[in-house]
């Protein structure tokens, strides 16, 4: 096999590979215990202070503070490469926190978000008319997932009438 031919052989495998990665770099990732469920997290949230987790679902809220930023996120199972899915599997609402400024257009509304973070604690706020204690986790390191859209195909016969000519 020549040279340029093992190049891009090479170059399409390591793309590939790095296709399949997670999303969270490696190190980051092995400070997270991955046993903790989050459903068990709102259940006993003492227990869980202190731990550090890795958590993902779909962006509700982005407020701007003095120094920080603070993120309201419906929770979702991660799937494949830590991606949230199923969001009608979502066990509840937590808080990420980041140090400093994050845009609300960038980190806006209904973008899906994977964190690490360290569980800070709990704080009490209302959805609606209701109570809520949302866990509040200090982000280490998150990625913000693209928008996707579905590709639509229509096929159809009939006739169409241009106005104007």
Known sequence: MNRPLK?????????????????????????????????DILKDPPKYTGRTVVVGGAIIDARNLEDWTEIEVLQMPLGYRLKPVRPEES????????KGFKDPAIYGAGKKITAVGKIEGFRTG????????????????????????????GIGVGVGIIHGF
């Open 126 to 153: 209302s959805v609606g008319k209701m109570t809520y204690n949302y866990p509040v986790i200090s982000s280490t390191e998150d990625y913000l997932w693209q928008m996707e859209y579905e590709p639509s195909i």
């Open 7 to 39: 190049a891009i052989l090479a170059a399409f495998i390591l793309t590939a590979l790095a296709g399949c990665a997670p999303v969270i770099s490696k190190g980051v990732l092995e400070t997270a215990d991955r046993s903790v469920n989050f459903a």
């Open 91 to 98: 066990a509840g609402r937590f808080i990420l926190v980041f």
